[in-house]
């Protein structure tokens, strides 16, 4: 089976930077990918990493260490847009995205 | 633009009623996915096609029907059987045939059964 283990619920003050974790637990690996879903809309994709290290995209950075089968979501310079909640996702080759329960990220001033 | 239309976004029945629920996609995408999010929950998989006229039973099919009679649609029946229908329902799709194919989400049909 899968599973993936992922805070509730984090705070962090407009500017700042946050850090994501997600740890997993699968059968068979080929990545691990993020999701962002405001409230009440529809997730969208942000991030894949498929090998060990950091990838960034902007504000936005993923890490990914295949050997402590774990990752984590970097947000940089907070804003209050960045509210919302995010999933990590195991990719296990030729099945469906396997989700973890969601992070709920609440930015304040 | 191309991307995935779910209808309608929110859904009212009663108990004891079979609903369906519409997901259509122009993305060209070969893979469709239905997923069911409670609150404070994940997404978890409900089915799944890779191919039209194929389908696969996710982690909680039961008391859920699907079909994939074209590559643009892939349309969700919640059934009577279904304990707890009250939930949000998203659809997805992908390219397909690539572990690093992202999921392009709908924006979710709200189901409230009384």
């Known amino acids: 089976g899968q599973s993936l283990e992922q805070p509730s619920e984090v705070t962090a003050v407009e500017g700042a930077i946050v850090q994501i974790n997600c740890t997993y637990q699968t059968s068979g690996f080929y990545g691990l990918s993020w999701y962002q879903q405001h409230d009440g809309g529809a997730p969208t994709f942000l991030s894949y990493n498929a090998l060990d290290g950091l990838e960034e995209t902007g504000r936005f950075s993923s890490f990914l260490s295949r050997s402590d089968s774990y990752g984590y979501l970097l947000l940089q310079e907070l804003q209050m847009k960045d509210s919302a909640s995010y999933f990590c996702a195991v990719n296990s080759g030729n099945t469906p995205l396997v989700f973890g329960k969601g992070t709920r990220l609440s930015v304040i001033a | 633009d191309g991307g995935i239309t779910q209808s309608p976004k929110y859904l009212f029945r009663k108990e004891g009623q079979n609903v369906t629920l519409s997901c259509e996609q122009n993305l060209n995408h070969d893979a469709m996915y239905w997923y069911r999010q409670d609150p404070g929950q994940g997404l978890r998989l409900i089915y799944y096609s890779q191919i039209v006229n194929d389908f696969q039973k996710g982690d909680i099919a039961e008391g859920y029907s699907v079909s994939r009679e074209k590559k643009e649609s892939f349309p969700l029946t919640v059934t009577s059987a279904q304990k707890n229908p009250t939930a949000f329902y998203l659809c997805?799709?992908?390219?397909?045939?690539?572990?690093?194919?992202?999921?392009?989400f709908g924006n979710g049909t709200r189901l409230t059964v009384t």
């Open positions: 997805a799709s992908s390219i397909g045939g690539s572990e690093n194919s992202p999921l392009h």
